[in-house]
């Protein structure tokens, strides 16, 4: 059998399983095994502040009803809420969160994926994903106002009228302009994704938050 072309091709496809899953996945545990796994609290950034303290001037009433202050504290809640979301709602089935090191995709998504951004809570379990109906979103925080995602959220066509994404009007009090808790909350999610990162877009409001040590 191993003398043939089926056996050959055989053998060579377990040979990549093996090879594939040892590069994947046995030399990443080995590297990071002794490193901590970090909290929702820790992986608050400036970037990120920023972004839900923008949220709290943008929608006062609704920010004020669902998390009361635009602190750590309840960055960190809103990041584990919108998380859960996320996740319930099935987004990752049409989006990916790894940017491949492959076909020029940091080019389109930004840079490619690294083993360290998946030690925390948040990428737990990790969606990698298959699929990618819409884009990849591992680079997505920043990329866009916090007022696009709430409208892009209860009714996308009205911003990308081809997109093939449902709305989600249950985030909102009758309007986009009226998001409610989780909708706070899963528009913080996705402004988080890549926040770590020195290419996330600068704002000039950044710079008193940095100065006060995020």
């Not at 970090?38 to 950034?45: G, Q, Y």
């Not at 298959?130 to 990849?136: K, S």
Request: aromatic content about 14%.
């Amino acid at each position: 059998m191993l003398e043939s072309k089926t056996g050959i091709l055989f053998v060579a496809g377990i040979g990549f399983f093996v090879f594939a899953f040892v590069a994947n996945v046995a030399v990443p545990v080995a590297m990071y095994k002794d490193q901590p796994e970090k909290t929702a609290e820790e992986m608050i950034n400036s970037n990120i502040l920023y972004q839900f303290t923008e949220l709290s001037k943008r929608y006062p009433q609704s920010f004020e009803q669902a998390f009361g202050a635009a602190n750590e504290e309840n960055c960190a809640k809103a990041l584990r809420l919108g998380r859960q979301l996320y996740i319930g709602e099935g987004c990752w089935h049409c989006h990916s969160q790894f940017v491949r090191p492959v076909s020029n995709e940091s080019l389109r998504y930004g840079p490619v994926a690294d083993t360290a951004e998946y030690q925390n809570e948040l990428q737990r379990p990790v969606m990698f994903g298959t699929r990618r109906v819409g884009p990849d979103l591992s680079r997505q925080g920043g990329r866009h106002g916090n007022d696009w995602h709430a409208v892009h959220f209860f009714r996308p066509q009205t911003l990308v009228p081809e997109s093939p994404m449902p709305e989600y009007p249950w985030f909102f009090a009758g309007s986009p302009d009226k998001p409610t808790r989780r909708g706070l909350a899963l528009i913080t999610y996705v402004q988080w994704l890549g926040s770590w990162l020195d290419s996330y877009p600068y704002y000039e409001e950044l710079d008193s938050i940095k100065s006060e040590g995020y």
